[in-house]
């Protein structure tokens, strides 16, 4: 994958396979300690601590059509590769949070792509029910987007309905424009 914001549409449908209800997004960069944290925390049916120990590999998945699983392990070569850091923790029945670590200038970091239209993937692909929450954050300032927040705002109508997809899609890019201020390490593409 050549974009971050495609690695995480790729994690983020792990959860919606387990189960999650909510799913957390945080998207944080530090200029000054020339970092970028992201991290998926889901509510979904969690891992076994067997499962949790092998997850890393490639050759671990539940997925019933394939025998690879490669998000994971791809995810956690890149946070090495870019002199950052992985960490998955998981209970079964509690959910799990991936916690991926980057040095935000390192040459083989990817550019972070569109955390826009991964959003808007996201809503439009999953099935209703599954709240998304995203905290994006550039030294200390930014936003949280709500899924659940708009629900309640719009009273009824679904978020897939074309207009209200094309209002969250505007909404987050705005948002994570006017954050950025004239650009971050990893602007949006």
Known sequence: MNELSLYILDLVQNSVTAGAKHIV??????????TLEITISDDG????RELLERVTSPFTTTRKTRKVGLGIPMIMQLTEMCEGKFDIQSRPGEGTKLTLGFQASHVDLPPMGSLSETMLSLVNGTPEGIEFTLDYRVDGR?????????RQMLEGVPLNTPEVLSW????IQQNIDETQGGGSPQAEQ
């Open 45 to 48: 049916c969690g891992m076994s």
């Open 168 to 171: 969250i899609r505007d909404y």
């Open 142 to 150: 930014g936003f949280d987007f709500s899924t659940e927040e708009v």
């Open 25 to 34: 997004i945080t998207v944080h960069f530090d200029t000054a300690a020339d």
